[in-house]
């Protein structure tokens, strides 16, 4: 069965401190990964995907199929990113299965 | 860029009372729009897949007699809660592809609509 894993619900950091949100998949097929973000009040948007390899906003992120991870990373923080982030898995035909979401603090 | 919209963006109502909520793609076609579910401090679950000229498609464990799905133009689909309870009480999201036969990326999502059922 296909599950995304999330195990942070909350994670804080400081402005200009580095950010990894965590998350890690189960598919049996061949994974496709994304990042989606929800800003206060806004509605989910696409952050990147990892056939990409992009770097948006400063975030990254990497599929380590060993690991089975897609961690989102990003060097040095920024009030603006304060949000909602959701790690999915594309499954099928437009089909995502989403995490359970990370709120990310960046504490000014 | 493409808009998708929802309306209402919130609802209160009695058990046992349905309630439609429409999902519209403003500026762009959309043959297959996304249902979604999502509870408090929880994940966003796919409750089906509207298909336009078509009947829709459930996920596993959601019941179709109790979610109807109309996907009545290209522009239009709605989701009816009939005979409501309390525990359907929830965020329910839509979503659907801003490019024909594109893939998860092209994804516009709705701002969703909150459903109280007292």
């Known amino acids: 069965a296909q599950r995304v894993t999330q195990p942070e619900k909350l994670l804080s950091v400081f402005k200009g401190a580095p950010v990894e949100l965590k998350c890690n998949y189960s598919?049996?097929?061949?994974?496709?990964l994304f990042w989606y973000v929800q800003y206060s009040r806004q509605r989910l948007q696409l952050l990147l995907r990892?056939?990409s390899r992009e770097s948006i906003k400063g975030f990254t992120a990497d599929l380590n199929k060993g690991e089975t991870s897609f961690h989102l990373k990003k060097p040095f923080a920024q009030e603006e990113d304060s949000a909602m982030y959701y790690c999915a898995l594309g499954r099928g035909y437009q089909k995502v299965t989403f995490g359970t979401g990370t709120k990310l603090q960046v504490i000014p | 860029g493409a808009v998708v919209s929802q309306h209402p963006s919130w609802v209160i109502c009695k058990s046992g009372t349905s309630v439609k909520i429409e999902c519209r793609s403003l500026d762009f076609q959309a043959t297959t729009m996304f249902w979604y579910r999502q509870f408090p401090k929880q994940s966003l679950m796919l409750m089906a897949t509207?298909?336009?000229?078509?009947?829709?498609?459930?996920e596993q464990g959601v019941e179709k007699d109790k979610f109807l799905i109309n996907h009545a133009s290209l522009t239009l689909s709605t989701l009816t809660v009939t005979s409501a309870h309390p525990e359907d009480s929830s965020f329910y999201i839509c979503s659907a592809p801003g490019l024909a036969g594109g893939g998860p990326e092209t994804q516009y999502f709705g701002p969703g609509t909150r459903l109280l059922v007292l």
């Open positions: 598919y049996s097929g061949s994974p496709e």
């Open positions: 990892h056939i």
């Open positions: 509207s298909n336009e000229g078509s009947k829709a498609t459930y």
